[in-house]
């Protein structure tokens, strides 16, 4: 794929000066050819086989990155979720395994590593009841190892007895007190999550894929929201929703060129692009401020959630025009610790968790990066989880809870977590107990339209 000269001197503008990046290019990797019977020998394969496929991954991407100059922020890695390959071992304590992946993580110098991992949509086999049980040993333990958890799907319902151990996150905050609960941030919770993420927490590499590939996130709120600017407030709806489409396009094309390069020179497959409007913490890096290009006195505002909508749908039509293979959660996300305008309209009372809840029912994944008192119930960080995974399961779309028990601290404090995690205010949440609901445990029905599949 060729780029014109004005489409090359557009994207040098793009990147200069309204943040456009290659937010993450993620090598997957099976583990499937490393289990043995011995949890020690296994961990020993996998460190193994990570450092020899992913030891040039920083290089080729950094040599790219050079030659188009073009910033690709995170490399990382994403292998088969740890609950199979830790099954038909001899331990229990699955932390062996992400301590080996986190070794191999520093190895190669990658930023994070994805897949300490279990699928429990339809019920928990040995394997996914031990990783679960090692997450906060694992997590707290380790750097640079991610986990995730899938507990509900359109076709299977939701596992609600996984729902319920899920509120054991606060444990995981609190292992991580001295960083404000830091771990919990390395730790989400899915609806039908896709094996094809190239984005951390959640990155895992789903077992239907080949033993190498590597998939690419490319990012630019900052240039959506430069180019809704220029458009006249009185303008129709319409004309927003062509032009967040042509940006799309144009930052899919970029993205993939890049993407396809590194995966040349990595000798492997070229798996998806996810053009996900992910912001950080940078002044002009919003979502937040996006949504308030077209016409919100601010994010929170009555008409967030429709602006929301609108911003998602065109992201996802622009990409994919430009890309044969567009996957992962393509649209935007609305992480709130990472995101400048989603942190002030959080301070200023604007969103509440419940707003937050609604613009989920519409964004590529769901409650992110929100920071909650420390003393809240694991029950009530349960049935938090549950909301948001029904919304998943009804409106067939992948829907994730990312929350953060702060240890120590209550509504209307401040935590840093700093880098591109950024901080945030405790939201103020309420305590009213759901513990009975969420200990009936048992699964919840899928909807009847999955049925009919």
């Not at 990147?15 to 937010?23: K, P």
């Not at 967030?304 to 911003?311: R, Y």
């Not at 949440?429 to 513990?435: F, M, Q």
């Amino acid at each position: 794929m060729n780029l014109l000269p004005d489409e090359i001197l557009e994207t040098i503008s793009m990147i200069d000066m309204q943040n456009l990046d290659v937010r993450t290019v993620t090598l997957g990797i099976s583990l499937l050819d490393c289990i043995e019977h011995s949890a020690e020998k296994t961990a020993e394969n996998i460190y193994n086989k990570i450092v020899k496929n992913g030891k040039h991954l920083v290089k080729y991407a950094e040599e790219v990155s050079s030659k188009y100059n073009v910033p690709i922020v995170n490399k990382r890695v994403s292998v088969t979720p740890i609950a199979i390959v830790g099954n038909a071992t001899d331990t229990d304590d699955y932390t062996i395994f992400a301590k080996a992946l986190d070794k191999a993580a520093k190895e190669i110098g990658i930023d994070f590593i994805g897949g300490f991992t279990a699928l429990v949509d339809k019920g928990m086999t040995k394997g996914d009841i031990n990783l679960i049980n090692s997450i906060p040993k694992a997590l707290s333990e380790t750097d640079r190892v991610c986990s995730s958890v899938n507990v509900g799907s359109t076709k299977s319902g939701i596992n609600l007895d996984a729902v319920k151990i899920m509120g054991t996150v606060k444990e995981l905050a609190e292992l991580s007190a001295d960083q404000d609960g830091l771990a919990a941030a390395k730790f989400v919770v899915f609806t039908n999550a896709v094996p094809d993420n190239p984005f951390m927490a959640g990155a895992f590499h789903g077992v239907e894929n080949p033993d190498l590939v590597l998939n690419v996130g490319v990012s630019g709120p900052g240039v959506v929201r430069h180019v809704l600017s220029q458009i006249d407030k009185n303008a129709k709806i319409d004309e927003i929703t062509e032009a967040i489409k042509k940006v799309s396009f144009k930052i899919t094309r970029m993205g993939e060129l890049v993407g396809k390069e590194v995966a040349a020179k990595l000798g492997v497959d070229f798996g998806i692009m996810d053009l996900s409007l992910a912001p950080t913490p940078a002044i002009g890096d919003s979502v937040g401020n996006v949504l308030e290009e077209f016409g919100l006195e601010s994010v929170g505002a009555y008409g967030t959630t429709l602006a929301l909508a609108i911003l998602n749908d065109a992201v996802k039509k622009g990409g994919a025009m430009a890309a044969s293979r567009v996957g992962g959660l393509t649209g935007a996300f609305i992480p709130v610790s990472e995101d400048q305008g989603m942190i002030d309209a959080t301070s200023k009372g604007y969103l509440t968790l419940e707003k937050l809840e609604a613009m989920t029912c519409v964004c590529s994944v769901g409650l992110d990066m929100i920071a909650i008192p420390g003393d809240t119930p694991e029950a009530v960080i349960s049935g938090i989880i549950a909301d948001e995974m029904a919304i998943g399961m009804v409106n067939s779309k992948t829907t994730a809870v990312r929350i953060i028990p702060v240890p120590g601290k209550k509504a209307g404090d401040r935590v840093v977590f700093g880098g591109l995690l950024g901080e945030a205010d405790i939201i103020n949440i309420n305590s009213l107990d759901c513990s009975v609901l969420i200990n009936r445990g048992g699964r919840v029905a899928p909807p009847i339209q999955a049925l009919k599949n």
